[in-house]
């Protein structure tokens, strides 16, 4: 895919970067949108692939060329709504699940799909993991984690939660879960999969949106990753916490999509807005963090600096995703269901889904300050 130029400064945490914004322009719609709202987005390990899952029962394939252009190249359906997706390592399966209690896996090859998984409620979240022959791991609001071998109709264990699954993710070993009540549980696959290694109240004082594992590929001349995961709240908060005991004294959170009063307004109150969606770059390490402000930024943990902001999109960015090499970033503008079903398919909120071709200085990781 093509760069586009153009570039920002940083800025320290919660600042706005100068200039403030890509203009949208730069960024390339995917052809053929979804229908209804978009709830998710994954990349191909091994092509740019991408899969949306989508509010009207679909799920959607497609192609991206290396100057940007996009083809659909297969579509799917559910039984209900289509809450996640994610792919397999090897880029030939695709799985999905949602709102009508089943996940189904999508043959590359064969264009056929075949269901997999079965909870007693929707299931919230999927992750694949490729250690121990290829485990899939879903969460759902009957409040259990289910892990399966798709060899297998049952599933291999199951681990009862807190509350109901609101988001889930997998870096092997482990599984962070965020729940309703604000609960968050850890569990370690290695070890025993179906008791938590941690049960923890979030650090944020509001609902749990979105909880995201760090990630970054292992590169010469810098440390390893330490485990931990972010956690998005309703509040415009974003949480870091690690999770060995030796570590936990680097935990944080900051604040982010949120909208400062005017001048003069001093006495008005902060807008504050959903972190819908925390995304890590493969080999860099930075995130993407996105709001139901419309707005997307990138960060680097490390040296807690803003690397990125961008322009308004007119609408929440309901998901995000990296490629497997993070040269492209899609993320979707559509409703994020933050006001409830009385505001579904507001007239103005599209459904579309955009391809950004990151620069080396939006991502790159920053020097930490002294």
Known sequence: MSLFGGSNPVSTFGRPAQPAA???????????????????LSFSHVADFLAASCWDNNVRIYGVEQNGSTQAKAMYAHEGPVLDVTWSRDGTKIISAGADKAARMFDVSTGQSSQVAAHDAPIKNLRFVDQQGGILVTGSWDKTVKYWDLRSPNPIAVAQLAERCYSMDAVWPYVVVGTA??????????????????????????????????????????????????????????????????????????????????????????????????????????????????????????????????????????????????????????????????????????????????????????????
């Open 181 to 370: 009540e604000r609960k968050i549980q850890v569990f370690d696959m290695s070890q025993n999969p179906t008791n938590a290694i941690i049960n923890m109240e979030s650090p944020l004082k509001w609902q749990t949106r979105v909880v995201s594992c760090i990630q970054r590929a292992d590169q010469p001349g810098l440390p390893p990753v330490q485990p931990g995961f972010a956690v998005g709240s309703v509040e415009g908060r974003v949480a870091f916490q690690y999770i060995k005991e030796e570590h936990k004294g680097s935990n944080f959170s900051f604040k982010c999509h949120r909208k400062d009063p005017g001048p003069g307004q001093s006495r008005e109150p902060h807008q504050v807005f959903s972190v819908n969606d925390i995304r890590f770059h493969p080999i860099q390490g930075t995130f993407s963090t996105c709001g139901s402000d419309g707005t997307i930024n990138f960060w680097d943990k490390d040296s807690k600096t803003r690397l990125k902001s961008f322009e308004n999109k007119g609408g929440p960015i309901s998901a995000s995703a990296f490629n497997s090499t993070g040269s492209i970033f899609a993320y979707s503008v559509s409703y994020d269901w933050h006001k409830g079903y009385s505001y579904a398919n507001p007239p103005n909120t599209p459904n579309k889904i955009y391809l950004h071709a990151t620069k080396d200085d939006e991502v790159k990781r920053r020097p930490k300050k002294p």
């Open 22 to 40: 890509t203009p949208a322009e730069q960024d390339i719609e995917v052809t053929q949108p979804p229908t209804d709202g978009i709830s998710a």
